[in-house]
Nanobody, 122 residues
Framework: QVQLVGSGGGLVQPGGSLRLSCAAS????????MGWYRQAPGKERELVAA???????NYADSTKGRFTISRDNAKNTVYLQMNSLKPEDTAVYYC????????????????WGQGTQVTVSS
């Protein structure tokens, strides 16, 4: 019912920048929040940053001051600008959206994108 398509990952040197984007499509009435999570090999998936429909943001301590999340509500798209990247940022990044469907306004559903690899290495 809802698809999240992410893009923008790749290989970058330490100190470099990348921008991720994720677009949601489907039977969407409203997206309450969108965000990015990441999972490194052998580690649990963790929140990177999230943003509500009203623009309130939440960041992991490890990304504050380096990453910026933004959102285009008209396009149902979320962006993650990542600056000053470090090797420890290497992970698969997953887009996440909490969505109310046209057919079920009272229920919030959680959807995940397919994941995009970010590798920070010299």
């Amino acid at each position: 019912q809802v698809q999240l398509v992410g893009s923008g990952g790749g290989l970058v040197q330490p100190g470099g920048s990348l921008r991720l984007s994720c677009a949601a499509s489907g039977s969407i009435l409203r997206i309450d929040s969108m965000g990015w999570y990441r999972q490194a090999p052998g580690k649990e998936r963790e929140l990177v940053a999230a943003i509500t429909s009203g623009g309130s943001t939440n960041y992991a301590d490890s990304t504050k001051g380096r990453f910026t999340i933004s959102r285009d509500n008209a396009k149902n798209t979320v962006y993650l600008q990542m600056n000053s990247l470090k090797p420890e940022d290497t992970a698969v990044y997953y887009c996440n959206a909490k969505v109310r469907l046209v057919t079920s306004i009272l229920t919030v559903y959680t959807y995940w994108g397919q994941g995009t690899q970010v590798t920070v290495s010299s």
